[in-house]
Nanobody
């Protein structure tokens, strides 16, 4: 099994920044990608960003966050980060970290999920 622990959520004003972390532990061998998804109240879960490290490093972002968010990984710590800048009220959601064997943007391709961390952006 793989455990994913998110941290770094909180309350921030519009235009501010937050950095989310997702630490993976357990049977992480065979994992080649991690992603961030979010779910706002009354809305479906949506893709935010993903990073893959099988061979070359690959990154993919949702259009709504491209240019504002950056996903990165610290191999030594088995931790993935999501740096969020220029935050907007519409970024308010519970953010979930997920892990998969292959690089993808579809939630159904991710086998392991964290519990989520709340991000609230005030206007």
């Amino acid at each position: 099994q793989v455990q994913l622990i998110e941290s770094g959520g909180g309350l921030v004003q519009a235009g501010g920044s937050l950095r989310l972390s997702c630490a993976a532990s357990g049977r992480t061998f065979g994992l080649n990608a991690q992603g961030w998804f979010r779910q706002a109240p009354g809305k479906e879960r949506e893709f935010v960003a993903s990073i893959g490290w099988s061979g070359v490093i690959s990154r993919y972002y949702a259009g709504s966050v491209k240019g504002r968010f950056t996903i990165s990984r610290d191999n030594a710590k088995n931790t993935v980060y999501l740096q969020m800048n220029s935050l907007k009220p519409e970024d308010t959601a519970v953010y979930y970290c997920a892990a998969a064997a292959t690089f993808d943007y579809r939630a159904e391709e991710y086998q392991y999920w964290g519990q989520g961390t709340q991000v609230t952006v005030s206007s």
